[in-house]
């Protein structure tokens, strides 16, 4: 999957799920899977990987499949390519976001 990262003016801003979006948390963006899916992602370029969780809508840019926050790029190491293409797994789901499956 090719995916990049936002935070810094996004901070604080409600995502899609109606939370409040932590730049230095561990979330992503994705269009279509449901609030609170669970996703192992990793970098095969250093083998580093983190858990997210999807709380928002995105990414709204061509070629892109994931939008990660920004500190789960940094846990990744690809805060200084802005893009990268990384495996991702889904690995459950949270059950804080239960609510949201009916309407998704």
Not at 1 to 15: E, K, L, N, Q
Not at 75 to 99: F, N, T, W
Request: hydrophobic share 35%; glycine share 12%.
């Amino acid at each position: 999957m090719v995916a990049s990262f936002y935070g810094g003016r996004w901070d604080g801003c409600r995502t899609a799920s109606g939370e409040r979006f932590d730049a230095d948390g561990l979330s992503a963006a994705h269009k279509t899977l449901p609030f609170g899916t669970l996703l192992e992602v990793t970098n095969p370029l250093n083998g580093r990987t983190v858990r997210v969780v999807v709380n928002n809508r995105g990414p709204f840019v061509r070629g892109r499949d994931l939008d990660l926050s920004y500190g789960a790029a940094r846990k990744l190491g690809i805060l200084s390519q802005g893009v990268a293409r990384l495996q991702v797994r889904i690995v459950g789901r949270d059950k804080r976001y239960e609510h949201y499956l009916a309407e998704d």
